[in-house]
């Protein structure tokens, strides 16, 4: 590992040095304080993690019951999204108009979201409103009313996205991905369902989705703002007690995303192709995780400075945006990224892709990449967790993968201590130009034979989209 | 580096929420500073008085191209490593360009401020251009006009909105500008551009963190203040005729599944004599349009069951009059004939009995509380003032936000429904499939 001088910048007064000599002067960048983490256990066993921030005077609370739109009943896909957009719409003794009417009157936020592996929610809320808040948050996971009049509305709500999302390239892209990647396997399921599936749900499906999924035993929660420990142990017994103690098993099996070397194209009239590309990853407990995330940020993770936007967008003007990312999951970590360019540079953008991509796993990193991406990454951290939003949802990551109460104060050293070796290693492991491929437009001119296309393919009428996730 | 064709400006919040200091450099560059100690981090924002609205004549967009050749070489950093300098050093930086401004900015922690002070401060001035580097950026910008207007059917209507809402004003303009015109940039037109505008006394240093205004102000003398004041043109904007007859605009897409609607009227900004007017908007797109419960959402969405969204947006903060825009979409099977016959009757209802005590008061609480969230963020304080001081208004303004909130009576927001709701000066909008029964 390379020693770092502590050498705080001291240019002040010398503008006018070279600006290579920048870079050089400045590797040692002091980690900010990181924010200071409690783990509070209510008097009724309920675990959560708290940053007592007390400057401003609001909480924002994270928080998430494992299992997600994979463990959707077959023919009811889009169940969990369904059920999300449905359980602040009215509980107990409010209805939908009422419910909402409690939350904006009193500046409470409250909203709920599903994913492929699960159920999560966020709420944030004026000190002077706590109170009222948590009680309308335990009224919304443990009360939910499913009046009729708010399932038809979401239910044609999630109908008219579905609707709008045939013919957008990204969501078209990227359900068209999965559908290859897992095809068999519950991740190929449509987080948000099916026009057909959404039709199917009924409230027994809600109710019966609410009553076995959110439980105290796949609950994690994150909580960061104005409230002390002392405040918020007996507030979690009131918001969470009274939940089932277990949800009911959901037992999907591990997997690996299928079709390396494939590519496919799913043909839509736009004047700009879209492409999704990706294999399989790795995942965040792996050992060699963070040689990896060093690895994918070189490549194609760090925004202006990666090799994807030097080669792709810097140096021949050929897309806007070029990415990359890691992107784990329960049961298959990934890698993916994305491209969008004019219709005739699209297979030359993905060769320019693949190349970059080749180069990374051959080993083509030198120690300045490393340094630049330990500068940033140790660097950047601290910019992640400015706010309650963010350091509320950074302490449920933190629990759901195990990294500790300390993990803030310890994760620089694990970037810190990537060698080059390290980094060598992991992007043999992880990159593979024969990656799966989807495209959305009208692509032309390979240069060396026709564009592959799969026969009959029509645009699928919905699925997931795909939000990065970062360490 | 993306181009803000919409800025969320976030609420502005009262005076003793931010706390801004203020002091202005011998060189004309006004300095807002927004103090906040939680972390050891700044936002560190430079703001331009010029953007889209600005472009010479035939060159639409030329603000936003100018924002991305900005991270391009100058005497002193080579081609290609503004970014990454600030990368380096743990910093993100990025910019913004809308009609009425243009803004540069990074997140760093506040031990490297000056470093990007400095930075910010040559490219200010000694900006080098080459065919080299502004060619394949043009491509860049061409693709990233694809990206964000061409494949996408409601941003192409969101363009023949703005020309028919505005005949003769440049915010009739796409931010983005109009792919023709994009294709005959020049480095020259680049360079001119950059000479005439970017300058210390049209720019305006906001900085937001772990810092305070005599921390910062020694660093900005020796950053900022070294260069010397220019002057600086006009910004020379035409007056908008009056609007005399509604307008109506329907454009259809073979890619287009689900259809939706837009309408828009002329409405007055902050920057007007009788600036209550705007904050009285304010109040009236929440009210009207701004949520679960507000009375668009209740009747269209709830009640009658013919939307699947509806929402109302005013933004203020624009140097010269803005708009009051009202979007829905449909449930599958409800005619956009339907949508609008019910909005109609919404908009009929509030003038013939204006708004109640209570839903005014309700109104009201929630605004004021949500400015607190707004604390929350450092670069959302630094764009609140930096939209404000572009368009016109003062410190002193954003610092009396939640007093102006509070002093907006129901006659207020009755006289500006009044004003703003008047067909004549509407337009309205209407995105449908290639395929489908003609509309009325």
């Known amino acids: ?471 | 580096m993306a181009a803000g064709l919409t800025l969320a400006t976030g609420s502005p919040a009262r005076s003793s929420i931010f706390n801004p200091e203020t002091f202005m450099l011998d060189n004309g560059m006004q300095v807002v500073v927004i103090p906040n100690h939680r972390a050891p981090v700044v936002a560190h924002w430079v703001w331009y008085r010029v953007g889209t609205a600005d472009s010479p004549l035939g060159k639409s967009g030329l603000p936003h191209f100018l924002e991305h050749l900005m991270f391009k070489a100058t005497d002193k950093i080579p081609q290609g490593e503004f970014s990454k300098i600030i990368a380096r050093n743990g910093g993100n930086d990025n910019a913004v360009t809308s009609y009425d401004f243009t803004a540069y900015y990074q997140m760093i922690a506040r031990d490297r401020l000056e470093l990007v002070m400095g930075m910010e401060a040559d490219r200010m001035v000694n900006l080098h251009l080459t065919d080299e580097a502004v060619l394949p950026e043009r491509d860049v910008v061409i693709e990233e006009r694809r990206s964000r207007v061409d494949n996408e059917p409601s941003a192409l209507l969101g363009e023949q909105l703005n020309v028919s809402q505005y005949l003769h004003h440049p915010y009739r303009l796409p931010v983005i500008g109009w792919m023709h015109e994009m294709e005959s940039y020049t480095r020259e037109d680049a360079v001119n551009f950059y000479k005439t505008w970017y300058a210390p006394n049209n720019a305006i240093l906001v900085v937001a963190g772990d810092i305070t205004a005599d921390e910062l102000r020694p660093l900005a003398e020796r950053t900022y203040g070294q260069i010397p004041a220019r002057d600086v043109p006009a910004r020379v904007r035409v007056t908008e005729p009056p609007q005399r007859a509604e307008r109506r605009i329907e454009m259809r897409d073979a890619r287009v599944r689900q259809p939706s609607f837009v309408r828009s009227y002329l409405a007055p900004s902050y920057d007007q004599e009788d600036q209550k007017t705007a904050y009285a908007l304010e109040v009236l797109s929440e009210l009207f349009g701004g949520g679960g419960t507000s009375r668009l959402y209740r009747s269209v969405v709830v009640d009658q069951a013919l939307a699947s969204g509806i929402a109302a947006y005013y933004r203020g903060s624009s140097l010269d009059d803005t708009t009051f825009r009202i979007y829905a979409s449909p449930r599958p099977n409800v005619s956009l004939d339907d949508i609008e016959k019910a909005i109609n009757e919404q908009i009929a209802t509030l003038l013939a009995d204006g708004v109640t005590e209570d839903e005014l008061a309700r109104v009201k609480k929630r605004m004021l509380a949500d400015a607190v969230y707004a604390r929350d963020s450092l670069s959302g304080a630094a764009r609140a003032f930096g939209a404000a001081l572009t368009t016109g208004q003062t410190v002193d303004d954003v610092e009396a936000w939640p007093d102006r909130i509070s002093a907006v009576s129901i006659e207020d927001i009755n006289n500006a429904a009044k004003l703003v709701f008047d067909i004549r000066r509407s337009v309205t909008a209407k995105l449908l499939p290639e395929e489908t029964e003609p509309t009325g």
Request: proline letters at 5%; a negative charge.
């Open chain 1, 1 to 471: 590992m390379r020693e770092h001088a502590p050498t705080r910048f001291s240019w002040i007064s010398a503008w006018g040095a070279c600006a290579l000599t920048i870079a050089t002067a400045v590797s040692g960048i002091q980690t900010a304080n990181a924010a200071n983490v409690e783990e509070v256990v209510s008097p009724g066993g309920i675990h959560a993690y708290l940053v007592n921030e007390p400057s401003i005077p609001f909480l924002s609370m994270a928080f998430q019951f494992s299992g997600g739109s994979s463990g959707d009943p077959d023919g009811k896909e889009g169940l969990s999204y369904m059920a999300s957009g449905l359980i602040d719409e009215g509980s107990g003794p409010y209805d939908s108009q009422a419910f909402r009417a409690e939350l904006e009157d009193n500046a409470i936020q409250l909203s709920f979201d599903a994913d492929r592996d699960s159920f999560s929610g966020s709420l944030k809320t004026l000190t002077e409103n706590r109170d009222h808040a948590f009680e309308l948050l335990r009224l919304a996971i443990t009360e939910p009313r499913f009046d009729e009049e708010p399932v038809e509305r979401i239910r044609q709500q999630i109908i008219s996205d579905l609707t709008r999302r045939e013919s957008d390239p990204e969501y078209l892209g990227a359900r068209r991905w999965f559908d290859i990647a897992f095809a068999g396997h519950p991740y190929s399921k449509p987080t948000r369902g099916t026009i057909e599936t959404i039709k199917a749900i009924g409230k027994d499906d809600l109710r019966e989705l609410v009553r076995t999924r959110l439980a105290r035993n796949n609950l994690t929660i994150g909580v960061a703002g104005d409230i002390t420990a002392d405040e918020l142990g007996p507030a979690l017994d009131e918001v969470f007690g009274s939940l089932p103690a277990d949800a009911a098993d959901v037992d999907l099996p591990k997997t690996t995303p299928q079709g390396d070397g494939e590519t496919v194209v799913i043909d839509l009239d736009i004047p700009q192709s879209v492409v999704i590309f990706g294999h399989g990853g790795i995942a965040r407990n792996d050992p060699d995780y963070y040689a990896a995330y060093v690895a994918n940020y070189i490549l194609g993770g760090g925004g202006f400075s990666s090799w994807l936007t030097e080669e792709v967008r810097e140096k021949r003007g050929l897309a806007y945006s070029v990415y990359s990312y890691l992107y784990d999951t329960d049961l298959s970590p990934m890698w993916m990224g994305g491209v969008a360019t004019r219709n005739d540079q699209v297979m030359e953008s993905i060769r320019i892709i693949k190349e970059q991509v080749a180069r990374m796993a051959d080993g083509n990193v030198d120690e300045k990449n490393l340094d630049d991406a330990r500068t940033y990454l140790t660097g950047s951290f601290p910019l992640r967790l400015t706010s309650n939003d963010q350091i509320a949802r950074m302490l449920v990551g933190m629990q759901i993968y195990d990294l500790g109460v300390d993990y803030l104060d310890r994760r620089n050293g694990y970037i810190e201590a990537v060698t080059l070796n390290d980094v060598r290693r992991a992007a043999k492991r992880l990159f593979n130009e024969d990656m799966l491929v989807t495209i959305v437009g009208s692509p032309s001119g390979d240069g060396d034979g026709t564009v592959p296309r799969l026969e009959g393919i029509d645009a699928p009428s919905s699925g997931p989209h795909e939000d990065n996730i970062g360490d």
